[in-house]
């Protein structure tokens, strides 16, 4: 499930010129049982399957102990491992975050993904089924993060989301340095959302490429380029503008009145 994401366009470079390592753990291999039970039917009843919190706590704890890239050897059935115990939870470094994806969780953002951006080293535990223990979150999670309010079959989808949004904001992700800080959403375009792009050819179906843009004059381009991202974020996120407001400079919210700014917002 992971392979094709992981093996194309930046998340592969990135592998590549190891700026990033990335193990996956199934965490079936990490059952003690001849079948390798992951989940349970519901204590009290009711539908669907809850995924088991031993197993998850074990490759948790024994993925945590080792350095990170490490995986199990390949065929290695998880009691070859040195012991493991059963009865307490293993103390996990507290600057690597143990993260379970879920609709629950906080909402994922440009903001969050700069946060995780930060650290070393990160766990993400996917869960299936109708949910996981809630052992797994009173124990062993420290953060719950949910990629929309929709709900996925699991969390596989919601960690490569997150594992490409945060390695793209990795230093050297990117082949122009400058790529990650103009995106949509990052801080260095204010949150704003970013303007109209062209390439050749000029005229695409009798619809030509604005004249500003060949004109040059990197100051009217950089004026153009600032009212159609203003005017793009009124149109499709006016929302947004409210938490840019303190960058916005007085031009920008003279342009943004004339284009009805303020008067949508207070109605
Ligand atoms: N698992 C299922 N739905 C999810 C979502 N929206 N975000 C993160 N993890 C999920």
């Not at 996981?132 to 990629?147: A, F, G, H, P, T």
Request: proline share 6%; glycine share 8%.
């Amino acid at each position: 499930m992971f392979a094709g994401p992981f093996s194309e366009s930046i998340l592969k470079r990135a592998l590549e010129n190891q700026l990033i390592q990335i193990a996956l753990h199934d965490i079936r291999a990490y059952t003690t049982d001849r079948h390798h039970v992951c989940d349970g039917t519901p204590y009290g009843g009711g539908g669907g399957m809850v995924m088991k919190a031993e197993p998850i706590a074990r490759a948790v704890e024994t993925v945590l102990a080792h350095p990170a890239g490490w995986t199990l050897p390949p065929q290695a059935a998880f009691v070859d491992l040195p012991p493991w115990n059963e009865n307490a939870p293993a103390v996990l470094a507290a600057d690597v975050p143990v993260i379970l994806l879920t609709p629950q969780g906080r909402r994922f953002d440009q903001s969050v993904a700069l946060e995780l951006s930060q650290h070393s080293r990160l766990a993400l535990i996917c869960g299936r089924y109708e949910g996981v223990d809630e052992r797994v979150r009173s124990q062993l999670v420290s953060d719950e993060i949910s990629i929309g309010d929709f709900v996925l079959s699991g969390g596989e989808l919601a960690a490569m989301v997150v594992v490409d949004a945060v390695t793209r904001l990795l230093p050297g992700a990117l082949g122009d340095a400058l790529g990650a800080h103009q995106d949509s959403h990052s801080a260095g375009t204010d949150g704003l959302l970013e303007g109209p792009h062209y390439t050749r050819p000029h005229n695409f179906r009798g619809e030509a490429v604005p004249d500003v843009l060949l004109s040059g004059h990197h100051a009217q381009v950089a004026r153009w380029r600032r009212e159609q991202s203003l005017l793009r974020t009124l149109e499709r996120r006016p929302e947004l503008l409210a938490v840019a407001a303190e960058k916005l400079s007085k031009a920008d919210r003279d342009f943004l009145s004339a284009h009805g700014w303020g008067s949508a917002q207070e109605q």
